[in-house]
């Protein structure tokens, strides 16, 4: 027999101590951890989060400093834009532009806000499409005119791509400093 699948047997008799504490061992209720619901987009929550860190970290600094034009019709616009909604707007151009889009887009967004994702596209006849995502933990949800929508072949897949290229590229872009 080979000797390393077999332990010395010791002869002693158990102690009364040790009896008890086999026998309270025994008798103590089994705690079995329930497997919990598997959470296959947690990663992407998170990433959420950080976006939301990114940009309460934020400055006029991560902005870029924009035309002369652009800084004269902001001073005449009636209601500013909230530094937030100025970082948005920003985001949404950069990984919009980096998105593939279909040839009957002229231009599109997307971005991050307040855990729904949007991707607004508008065609070259200006008809504008807006498709907003909420992701959970656990499912993903379409919504198109406020109402739940199917999701069409591996649009999922692409979301869930689109928002790990949105991270990295507002960071790589925005919030490097």
Do not use: C
């Not at 607004?120 to 109402?147: A, N, P, W």
């Not at 999701?151 to 960071?171: C, T």
């Amino acid at each position: 027999m080979n000797n390393q699948y077999t332990f010395p047997i010791n002869s002693e008799v158990p102690t009364d101590d040790a009896r008890r504490l086999i026998d309270e061992a025994f008798e103590a209720p089994i705690l079995v951890q329930q497997e919990s619901e598997p959470r296959p987009y947690l990663y992407h929550k998170q990433l959420e989060s950080r976006i939301e860190q990114m940009r309460a970290s934020a400055t006029e600094a991560n902005l870029p400093r924009g035309t002369i034009m652009d800084r004269v019709l902001e001073r005449f616009t009636t209601t500013p834009k909230s530094l937030e909604d100025r970082l948005i707007d920003h985001e949404s151009v950069i990984v919009g532009n980096i998105l593939p889009k279909h040839e009957l887009v002229a231009q599109q967004r997307f971005w991050y806000h307040q855990g729904n994702w949007y991707l607004m596209q508008v065609e070259r006849d200006q008809k504008e499409y807006v498709s907003r995502y909420q992701v959970s933990e656990t499912d993903i949800y379409k919504l198109v005119g406020g109402r739940e929508a199917p999701f069409w072949e591996g649009e999922q897949e692409r979301l869930l791509d689109a928002i790990d290229l949105y991270h990295r590229e507002i960071l790589r872009n925005i919030y490097s400093n």
